[in-house]
């Protein structure tokens, strides 16, 4: 490959990982910062990038309707689609943090992976709401006409960062103001909070919210740069455990870890693809992501009894008072 | 209706082995296992490695009783899984989860490290038989016999009550009986008054991944026999397993088999009105009622 | 004979040292009392005594025998048995299956001692086989101190023995610890009821801020005015 190859799968790669860190941030207040276990990532995932999607394209009509079935279409800009995202999202982390947030850890847990299975199986199955198994595609792309096609990529890669920082900004803002110090004395020890009368509910409820909103525009990032998604994709596999083992590898607790492990992973991850591919014998090669995942699971696994705290640990200093 | 209910007793009779596994578990190490589900996987496939590889290079006849849909070769191979199984169950607990107890991790970072095993568990099968669904002996035909009410059943799926009958009954002995049954009760009563008794609490802990793991085996494989076998049917699984588990009380045994009955039965009966692609959906509303109005279990006694 | 030494202890939770240095001994068949207000070590005494807290300084024996920092389930088969102050039953088990588990480590017939702790407490014998969770406080906390006798223990740790129980019925404990007292084992009860507990023993100790303050026979501080009003509320 010459040097123009090597750049565009750079910045091929570098989007991807981008966008997960995007996720690990989200997920990061949730369980870094508030101690939730929410193993449901994928349903948000889910929701998210169909949101954006049906946001952005138009309802099908004629007969593109009989091969395409959508709930709704509003043709829409891509900024709104991201906004729609993470508004939806928000709001279905409210209906489900009712019920569920009271719940102790491992039962909240439980009641996510139940979350994220509903959803995608509703994606599935309800074939009106957004095509079924099929999924939609053509999916739009921000400024899509302003450069050559092989080009794009410099664009699309420079809005996915651009993004990041600034969910990477609001975070931190937010957690070193008081409501972020509260977030933590809840970690750390609940009934202490609940007896220094936060009311600890609505703060998880906060928590959970901005966390799942984040997870939403991850999404349709996903969508926008894929432009095709269907309801495999959103598994427990590829939607949930890989941004886990990115938090965990990078620091939970942390936002600069939260990036960073999702950097590390991608590419752990990308890299193991083209060595695996190509040590692999030819019998073997279809069963090549499966040797990469039981790789991350065991390096999950790894990390979890030598290193927790993951490579950068959590961030030590979190008030403004004390900086 | 009725033929529904009689599956759906079949298969929460499945669901039980695995949500007493579960149960047991959870109530002695206060530890919610994600990877049991995956055990029940392991189980099936190490069965269809035996029953399609090992057994047929020994030599040993593959001819079926009767109408069953499986001969020696399964009823050989059917204590041997649950013994490897057992003996996995324990290997995962010394090598995973004891360290990270060792250390006094909380609940969070051990369901975490059973959810990496269920994923390792999982990858194991997807790269040693790829990710197509398969059967113990494809192609067999499965007559099925009449009862009144117009209920079929099959042959197999008598036995698979019978199996798990007997299964539960000796586990019950077991328990009621046996000191090292005695000293499981106790300790999931009160870890540390057991040891301040004198149990040895560590043994305890490994008859109890290895009880935990033989159930979930013999569940797979009934599985694997009357359904079919893919790699995701133990993550499939899980849902069930839990609403069960806690449907009957953690910890509490007979909970955890009444509970699978339930669950078995109210997914089947589902499929009269939703898609069968539903059933986890099913398994994880009724598991979010129960979490809301009562969340000790029917059976109350279990931690809430 | 000294059955129990323990000399300079020192031990607490995490960072902090709750036990300051303290020396006790306990004699063949005495029955002696820990006594103080609250927080002053009394519990984390017995605890580190029988193993569940590692002492930072000092040494426990039995018998002459060193037993310093070994585990609570090596101890109690060398002859020292510990009833904690809550959760000291298992509450789905029978009433015989607790006391079985407190004979877990036998391997003898014990059917005889079964007999003579159903004799000490002839109200569980009526009903053997109820569950333990299903039965009252007082009766529950016989069942954990049959439940520690099973072993033949020569020496007994009791935390708190009369906590949570209507007065009747801390008469009634306060009469069964003497009757256990009477056939050989020596005792070591721990108290916030101080005057309850003095009346029965031998001997007593004052705890207070992890220090022994004062020591001397039962009667004694009973009678003792200063030490009553300044460590016993009077």
Redesign the interface.
């Known amino acids: 490959m010459e040097i123009g190859g090597y750049i565009a799968y750079f910045v091929s790669w570098a989007i991807w990982a981008g966008i997960f860190a995007v996720f690990a941030l989200g997920l990061n207040i949730q369980w870094g910062y508030t ?1 939730l ?1 929410n ?1 449901g990532i994928a349903g948000f995932f889910c929701i998210g990038a169909y949101t954006s999607a049906l946001i952005t394209t138009p309802k099908p009509t004629g007969i593109y309707a009989q091969y395409v079935q959508q709930i709704f279409g509003l043709n829409l800009p891509f900024i709104l689609g991201i906004l729609g995202a993470a508004l939806v999202c928000g709001f279905i982390a409210y209906l489900i943090g009712y ?2 947030l009271r ?5 909240l ?3 996510t ?3 994220a ?2 959803v995608r ?2 994606f ?2 309800y074939h009106k709401l957004a095509n079924g198994p099929r999924g939609l595609m053509g999916l739009p792309q921000p400024l899509q006409g302003l450069v050559d096609p092989r080009h794009y990529d410099y664009i699309y890669l420079v809005i996915v960062l651009a993004i990041m920082v600034v969910i990477y900004l609001s975070i931190e803002r937010a957690i070193r103001s008081p409501w972020g110090r509260v977030l933590r004395a809840i970690r750390e020890d609940e009934i202490a909070s609940a007896m220094s009368g936060k009311d600890i509910f609505r703060f998880k409820m906060q928590s959970l919210i901005f966390g799942s909103m984040i997870m939403g525009v991850g999404g349709a990032l996903y969508a926008h740069y894929t432009k095709a998604i269907s309801p495999d994709v959103f598994t ?2 590829y939607g949930t ?1 890989i941004i ?1 083992i990115m938090l ?1 590898a990078g620091g939970s607790g942390n936002n600069k870890g939260a990036i960073l492990g999702a950097f590390v992973i991608w590419f752990i991850w990308t890299i193991g693809a083209k060595v695996l591919t190509d040590l692999l014998p030819y019998t073997l090669k ?2 090549a992501p ?2 990469r ?2 790789i991350i ?2 390096l ?2 790894i990390i ?2 030598y290193r ?1 705290q993951g490579l950068m640990g959590e961030e030590k200093r979190i008030s403004k008072m004390i900086d | 209706m009725p033929e529904l209910i009689v599956y759906g007793i079949v298969l929460g009779s499945i669901i039980a082995l695995g949500a007493i596994g579960l149960t047991l578990v959870y109530g002695i190490l206060r530890f919610a296992n994600f990877a049991h589900g995956d055990l029940m996987t392991a189980g099936a496939y190490i069965a269809l490695f035996l029953v399609t590889v090992l057994f047929p290079w020994l030599d040993i006849p593959d001819t079926t009783f009767g109408s069953l849909s499986f001969g020696w070769r399964m009823v050989l191979a059917f204590p041997i899984v649950m013994a490897c199984v057992a003996i996995a169950a324990i290997l995962f607990d010394r090598i995973l989860y004891r360290p990270l107890r060792m250390k006094r991790s909380g609940p969070v970072i051990l369901a975490m490290s059973a959810l990496g095993a269920s994923f390792i568990i999982r990858m194991i099968v997807l790269i040693l038989w790829g990710a197509d669904s398969l059967f113990y002996r494809p192609g067999v035909l499965r007559p099925a016999i009449e009862l009144p009410h117009e209920i079929k059943i099959r042959p197999d799926q008598i036995l698979i009550l019978v199996t798990v009958l007997f299964l539960v009954a000796l586990l019950y002995l077991f328990l009621k009986r046996t000191k090292m049954g005695k000293a499981m009760r106790a300790t999931a009563d009160n870890m540390e008054l057991a040891r301040v008794s004198g149990i040895d609490t560590e043994k305890v802990i490994i008859w109890t991944w290895g009880i935990g793991g033989a159930l979930a085996a013999a569940g797979g494989v009934l599985y694997g026999i009357d359904v079919q076998l893919h790699p995701g049917m133990g993550w499939h699984f899980l849902l069930p397993l839990f609403a069960a588990t806690i449907l009957g009380g953690i910890g509490n045994m007979y909970g955890a088999l009444i509970g699978a009955l339930v669950m078995g039965v109210a997914q089947q009966v589902s499929t009269a009105y939703l898609l069968p692609t539903y059933k986890p959906a099913v398994a994880f509303m009724v598991m979010i009622i129960i979490l809301l109005v009562r969340p000790q279990g029917i059976f109350g006694g279990g931690r809430a | 004979m000294r059955v129990l030494e323990v000399r300079n202890l020192t031990s607490g939770y995490g960072e902090t040292d709750i036990l300051q240095e303290v020396s006790i001994q306990l004699h063949e068949k005495e029955i002696i009392s820990i006594i103080g207000p609250n927080g002053a070590g009394k519990s984390t005494l017995l605890k580190t005594i029988f193993g569940i807290l590692k002492p930072r300084q000092g040494f426990v024996r039995l018998q002459d025998e060193e037993i310093t920092g070994l585990s609570p389930d090596r101890i109690v088969r060398k002859g020292m048995s510990y009833v904690p102050q809550v959760d000291n039953v298992f509450p789905s088990l029978t009433i015989q299956e607790n006391l079985e588990m407190g004979a877990f480590v036998r391997t003898d017939d014990y059917r005889y001692r079964l007999r003579e702790v159903y004799e000490l407490f002839p109200i569980l014998k009526e009903r053997s086989t109820q569950k333990v969770g299903s039965l009252s406080g007082g009766q529950r906390q016989m069942v954990a101190m049959g439940r520690a006798l099973m072993l033949d223990p020569k020496v007994l740790l009791l935390d708190e023995p009369s906590a949570s129980l209507a007065p009747l019925l801390v008469e009634m404990i306060f009469e069964k610890i003497v009757d256990i007292n009477k056939t050989g084992v020596a005792i070591v009860v721990v108290e916030q009821n101080a005057r309850e507990t003095l009346k029965i023993s031998d001997r007593g100790y004052v705890l207070a801020m992890g220090q022994k303050v004062f020591e001397d026979t039962g009667k004694a501080i009973l009678e003792n005015e200063e030490v009553g009003k300044l460590y016993l509320g009077g």
């Open positions: 101690g276990f193993i019920p569920t719940l102790r850890e491992d039962y847990a439980i009641a992976i139940g979350i299975e509903t199986l509703v599935n199955n427990p596999l455990f886990w965990m279809a069963r499966y040797i995942y039981l699971g065991i999950l696994e979890l009894i927790p």
